[in-house]
């Protein structure tokens, strides 16, 4: 059962005060997008084996959704941070190249190896 | 014959009698006695039978490991079954009774098994009952059905009398086991200052160093125990508790310890068990050892013990397993044995060590004893079926050949010992074999890490490996000060106390006793006593193919009974390897899974039974609904009326009258589950064109409109009338249950998409109380009531106003979902209840009716209008419901826009919403398909329709449904058929779903 | 309004500690940016009481105001009073950005007075946070879950807190509350 630190409030949130909420960091496509680019967006999900960026809200707390980016094997935790943002921040992507250098997600990449 | 012994026992109180039954036969125990010391203290060996064959099973064990001696326990609502003997307390008026045997524990039919054995191996299960087939139903179940569970069910009827609780609880140190270990780091932990919490599954503290005896600091272990115990009380930061067992250590340093309040003591104040959710930041296992027994022909014969557990039964309890005890070993530490036994009186006829150079410095004290030493020797067989009667002695190198028959009523074994690292590898922590001590053992650098990818827990002493005082004090020390200083606690100088170290000889693996037995022995040597899993039987499985140590253990059932293999583990894999020709470490063993022993039901489900089972929402009129008699149905958590039956008064019958009077005079809804939300801010109006189908940003100020909202995949997901409060402010109500849910979906959307947008949202639903006044008198009793005014021109349909009725701030929206002349009136929660007093004497002169649930069901279906969750199931589109004139064209986006536009939405063959008219007047079964001609690929009829709502209708007097049709709209006047459960058919006419004034000009006056 | 009721009206228990439904109270949730010198102001002004920080209740007089997150605060003030600090605070806000609402009767609110560590004991039994006195006590404000509905709770002084919940809950928390501070069922676990 994890614990995530909640960016918003400050608590060391127990999980069962949390909803999670998937992968984080999609990009939302509406009317004009290509059946594809569409398709990609409601159903094709990243669910890698290592490193991952996910959507949770601290719902039986502050309310607010955050993101965290986690391992999803071993369940280490590189940080949480704000949800009003696109991609990771360079302080959450630099802890993960701490951890797990040469890390990729995506399109991102986490070392300049 | 086992018996209490005249002296002796440091955890009984001889001068506190507790009486208890076994079998209906009335017995005594000493408090501090267990259940296990207390039977064997009255000579009760046997206490079971083994799950397949039926043998006799006697204790084996003292503590947690004990495979056999499972027990009924309790009676009436306390009965429970598959209480381990050996580790529940005894309290006075016990009443106990055996298990898995018919008609009785001496004479069993099951035990016929036995005689079969041989037709019984492993895999027999899997291999009998698939052949032939119609065996299964008549021949094969009934017999597995019959010897299938362990112990019997408590009454289906009875309820547990006990309570139950859950406890959260925050520490920096959390340790496990309170033996010398466990108090020695508890002690290097607290002394920093670190919160700590040292839990103990027994009821005592020292573990089983007070009864191995050795001297801590120059004090006896006993003193040493109770020093550290006071030391422990006297620090503030340091929680203690007995009696608490570490279930499970799970991700995030989070453990469940099990606390066993009063299962020595029913009755008494406050819960039976408490589950501690624990989140700990470091995690130190004290978890101790476990003896493994040997595998010898009829080591599960009734007498047959573990030495530890022997040893444990003089020393703690006072009790005697037998009279003449022969022990046989592979290591030093069951010397220990024979001295306890020959110290307290009692005959050691011979020490059978399979080491060929024997023990050390134990075994010459056996020797000065003048008890005699046979190195080398084993044991060949035991005699005796429901009690030992003697042993068949052998060289340990051999093949068996019987080199002398010794009787005696008891043998003490010790295959070594295996540290208990279950709740070390629960979370991902790793062993190493260690090939001297032939076990596994934590690994250190592979342990399991917490969130923040570190390791959070640390074995100790026993549980780590070590066996010596000396070593598992300074492993304690070290692991208690490490993990202090993981959590920023800074330990200070002080060293671990000095113990005296013994010089033991190195233990030599026996895994077949003797060596080279053949099959017959092999048979009758057990490795798993509760499941009947035999050495031949893991040699059989690595025969027909099982490498894996997972595959082998569910093919053989080896270890999957309720002791988790806690004696067999190890001892079959060995078997196993050896079968396979690979050394043990490639084995491997198999998952350690929580909790260490079984837990109650009870004490998982805490205070959730009963009333607080689950949440139940009440509006503020529940009570006034209770007290009318009304029929309560749950909608998602809400409670709310179903109807409200007069005494004599069927349900429909009542449903019927509460419909005729809204539609002729006047009835009253209590509508406050009804979710609401206020929205606001300068871009509200943008968002909530996003949010709904409609254009709602042009909705004037003043005006209600009804909205649609749906998922990203653009699925309807719930529906309300939206009111525009104020030029930067609308209020959005929700379906019952809906509130939740939709306030999510767009706090979502505004926290993780449009961030930038100036929005706020709050959910008020509970804020108000709202009432349906519906029907042709609704003006009359608002005008009655006084204070707004809400006639026709100054409150016209799909308007709102507010202002003060009946000296009660309320909010008043003329809107509809009955089709009658209708009111819904917001008042604040804490007036409600004043509120509907007010109408109920106001509308006294019309005959005022309050109506349920289903009322407002069959009235929006006589209006034709769809309900969520009815005509929506998740997959059904607006578009399918007809509800193309509440989705705006002029928007570019809205949630579920693009969606609605991919190929399947568009299919024209999507089923579409129609009213379905009975040919007969009769009510259409709810979910009824309607069929059509030919069967689909899987052979199933085809189906072209499927009934959403159906309803007798009062106001029309006959059937009326909602549908979803192939092609519906299409094909108005059709007849179809469908058919229902009892294979008769159904005929309705696809017709206008509006049945009750088309026009709308009840509701428009 | 005299005929205003509570969901319990006025229900009370005696255990571990006293639990006792505590009556109607005054509640304005405001939505805005709790970092903005306007709210910081507005909420002086409207209340009394200084801005609380994160997780933190504030208060003075009869007013109390509490972090709900870093966009949300509540107010808390007589009964009768709500609506008139929901139009204060708009008059105060007029022309920034926020929404601010009455959601008094919106609420439930216990009061438990007693031994403090029995106290947080009872709340440690039902919801999964710190409740030890290094980790929470008066002047904080914890917004969780309570078994299965959320709630919030403070310490207006040792030996007393307030637990909030829905009004439909009520019945639900009321039966929580008073099951977790049951005779006999003491753990002993914040006691000193």
Redesign the interface.
């Known amino acids: 059962m994890l614990i995530l630190h909640c960016p ?4 060391m949130a ?1 999980e ?2 949390l909803h999670g909420g998937g992968e984080a960091h999609l990009t939302r496509h509406g009317p004009g997008s290509s059946d594809e680019e569409f398709h990609d967006y409601l159903f094709a999900k990243e669910n890698p084996r290592g490193v991952h960026f996910e959507r949770w809200r601290h ?6 959704w955050f993101h965290a980016a986690r391992d999803t094997a071993t369940l280490e935790v590189f940080g949480t941070y704000s949800a009003q943002t696109t991609e990771p921040p360079q302080a959450i992507r630099d802890a993960i190249t701490a951890r797990r250098p040469g890390w990729t997600w995506r399109h991102l990449a986490g070392s300049a190896k | 014959m086992s018996t209490r012994l005249a002296t002796g026992g440091r955890l009984i109180d001889r001068s506190r009698l507790q009486s208890f039954t076994f079998n209906g036969a009335r017995m005594t125990g000493f408090a501090g006695d267990t259940l296990a010391s207390a039977l064997l203290a009255n000579d009760r060996m046997m206490l079971g039978r083994s799950f397949k064959y039926h043998r006799p099973r006697g204790l084996v064990a003292s503590g947690a490991e004990e495979p056999n001696a499972l027990v009924g326990l309790g009676h009436g609502a306390r009965f429970e079954p598959n209480q381990r003997a050996t580790t529940t307390e005894l309290f006075d008026g016990a009443q106990m009774i055996s298990q898995n045997h018919w008609p009785s524990l001496e004479y069993d039919i099951g035990a016929v098994n036995q005689a079969f054995a041989r037709f019984l191996p492993a895999g027999f299960y899997y291999k009998m009952f698939l052949f032939p087939r119609v065996f299964w139903k008549h021949v094969y179940e009934p017999f597995v059905r019959q010897s299938a569970g362990l112990g019997k069910a408590p009454d289906a009827e009875t309820r547990d009398a006990d ?1 139950y ?6 520490t920096d140190v959390l340790v496990i086991g309170g033996g010398v270990a466990g108090l020695q780091a508890a002690l290097a932990a607290g002394r920093t200052g670190a ?1 700590v919490l040292l839990i103990e599954q027994t009821p005592h503290w020292g573990g089983r160093a007070p009864v191995d005896g050795g001297e801590v600091a120059d004090q006896p272990v006993d003193d040493f125990v109770n020093q550290c115990v006071a030391d422990l009380e006297a620090m ?1 930061n340091v ?1 203690l508790r007995t009696r608490c067992m570490g279930a499970g250590v799970y991700d995030h340093g989070y453990v469940l310890g099990y606390e066993r309040i009063s299962d020595h003591a029913p009755g ?4 039976r068990h ?1 589950l501690w ?1 624990i ?1 700990a930041r470091q995690v130190v296992t004290a978890t101790g050892a476990i003896e493994r027994p040997l595998s010898f022909a009829g080591n599960d014969v009734p007498g047959v013990m573990l030495a530890s557990g022997l040893r444990d039964y003089v020393v703690n309890w006072g009790v005697s397993a037998g009279d003449r005890t022969v022990v046989v070993t592979n290591n030093d530490d069951a010397y220990r044995t024979a001295i306890a036994l020959r110290h307290a009186g009692l005959e050691v006829p011979v020490i059978l060590d399979a080491r060929a150079a024997g023990g050390g410095a134990l075994a010459d004290a056996a020797r000065e004893l003048g008890i005699r030493v046979e190195n080398g020797k084993g044991i060949a067989r035991v005699t005796g079926s429901k009690r030992v009667t003697g042993v068949a002695i052998c060289a340990q190198a051999g093949e068996g050949a019987v080199l002398e028959e010794v009787p005696c009523d008891a043998v003490a074994m010790s295959g070594g010992w295996s540290p208990v690292v279950h709740l070390w590898s629960h979370c991902g922590g790793k062993l190493t074999w260690d090939e001297g001590s032939a076990m596994f053992r934590p690994d250190a650098d592979r342990a399991p890490t917490g969130h923040d990818g570190a390791p959070f827990v640390t074995a100790c002493g026993a549980a780590n490996g070590e066996f010596d005082l000396a070593a598992i004090l300074k492993d304690a020390h070290a692991a208690g000060q490490a993990a202090a200083r993981a959590t920023g606690h800074k330990p200070g100088r002080k060293a671990a106390p000095k113990a005296q170290a013994g010089e033991e000889a190195p233990l030599e693996p026996v895994w077949l006793m003797p060596q080279g037995a053949g099959i017959k022995l092999r048979m009758k040597a057990w490795l798993d006593y509760q499941n009947d899993v035999k050495v031949s039987d893991v040699q059989l499985a690595a025969r027909e193919g099982y490498e894996s140590v997972e595959h082998t253990k569910r093919y053989t059932t080896l270890g999957m009974a309720t002791d988790q293999g806690k004696l067999s583990n190890i001892n079959g894999l060995a078997i196993l390897s050896d079968a396979l020709g690979q050394p043990i470490p490639q084995t491997g063993t198999t998952t350690f899974r929580p909790p260490y022993t079984p837990i109650s039901f009870g004490a998982i489900a805490g ?2 039974r009963g ?2 089972f ?7 009129i529940h009570d006034w609904h209770e007290a009318q008699g009304a029929y309560m149905e749950p909608v998602g958590q ?1 409670q709310r009326p179903y109807c409200f039956p007069q005494p004599g008064e069927s349900h429909d019958d009542a449903v019927a009258r509460e419909i005729r009077a809204t539609r002729d005079s006047l009835g009253l809804l209590d509508a406050s589950t009804l979710g609401k939300l ?1 929205v ?3 871009d509200a109006g943008r968002f909530m064109d996003m949010m709904y189908t409609n254009m709602m940003s042009t909705l004037a100020v003043g005006k209600c409109r009804y909205g649609l909202m749906c998922s990203e995949n653009g699925f309807l997901m719930d529906d309300g009338v939206v009111a525009r409060l104020s030029d930067d ?1 609308w209020l959005c109500h929700t379906t019952t249950g809906g509130a939740e849910r939709v306030h999510a979906h767009m706090e979502e959307f505004l926290q993780t998409e449009w961030w930038d947008w ?1 929005v ?9 109380a709202q009432f349906g006044v519906v029907g042709p008198n609704a003006r009359k009793v608002l005008e009655k009531l006084g204070g707004v005014d809400v006639s026709k021109e100054a409150l016209a349909f799909m308007q709102w106003t507010e202002g003060t009725l009946a000296g ?2 309320s909010r008043i929206f003329r809107i509809s979902f009955s089709g009658e002349l209708s009111y819904e009136i917001a008042v ?4 409600g ?2 509120f509907w007093d007010r109408l109920l004497t106001a509308g006294k002169e019309y005959g005022v009716t309050p109506y349920g649930t289903e009322a407002l069901h069959v009235m929006r279906a006589e209006k034709g209008f769809i309900m969520i969750g009815d005509e929506t199931d998740g997959t059904v589109i607006p578009q399918d419901l007809g509800l193309n004139w509440a989705i705006s064209k002029k928007k570019d986006d809205y949630i579920g826009k693009r969606a609605q536009a991919r190929s399947h939405m568009v299919d024209p063959d999507r089923w579409k919403l129609v009213g379905l008219e009975t040919l007969d007047g009769s009510v259409l079964p709810d979910g009824a398909y309607a069929v059509g001609e030919g069967v689909n690929a899987n052979g199933q009829r085809v189906v072209q329709g499927r009934v959403t709502s159906t309803y007798h209708s009062p106001t029309l007097d006959r059937g009326i449904a909602m549908g979803l049709v192939l092609h519906g709209p299409d094909r108005m006047g059709e007849v179809l058929e469908f058919p229902r459960l009892d294979g008769s058919v159904v005929q309705a006419r696809l017709v206008d779903q509006v049945w009750y004034d088309k026009d709308g000009d009840k509701q428009n006056v | ?1 005299s ?5 319990l009206d006025g229900a009370s228990f005696e255990g571990l500690v006293r639990v006792a439904d505590a009556g ?1 109270r005054g509640m304005v ?1 405001l ?2 940016d709790l970092g903005a010198d306007a709210l910081h102001a507005a909420v002086k002004q409207v209340s009394g009481c200084d801005m609380p920080g ?2 933190k209740i504030t208060a003075a007089g009869d007013s109390a105001v509490a972090w ?5 605060a509540l107010l808390l003030c007589p ?1 009768g009073q709500a ?1 008139a600090t929901c139009a204060a605070l708009a008059r105060a806000l007029d022309g920034v ?3 601010a ?7 439930a609110t216990f009061a438990l007075e007693g031994d403090d560590g029995a106290l947080r ?1 009872v709340l ?9 006195a ?2 929470f006590g008066p002047g904080d404000f ?4 309570l ?4 709630g919030a709770f403070w310490m207006p002084r040792q030996g007393a807190a307030r637990v909030i919940c ?7 928390m009321f ?2 509350l008073t ?2 501070a ?8 914040f006691q ?1």
């Open positions: 918003y409030c400050g608590v127990d069962t005060e719902v039986n707390g502050c309310g607010k | 309570t609780e859950h406890f959260y609880a925050y919160r503030p929680t008494m104040d406050g819960p408490r959710r989140r205070e959730a009333p607080l689950q949440p139940i929402r009440r509006t503020p809400w206020i606001k801010g300068p402010t100036q706020y949202v709050v959910n008020v639903t509970e804020q108000y009660v701030d604040p929660a804490s007036m209840r004043a | 309004m005929e205003a009721a509570s969901a109607l949730t939505r805005g994160q997780r709900m997150a870093p966009d949300e009964h609506d950005h926020h929404l609402v009455n959601v008094s009767d919106a609420r004991e440690a039994k039902l919801a999964p946070a710190d409740l030890s290094e980790a914890r917004r969780t879950r078994a299965q509905v959320p829905f009004r439909s809950v009520a019945q639900y039966d929580l099951t977790a049951a005779k006999g069922s003491g753990v002993g676990y000193a």
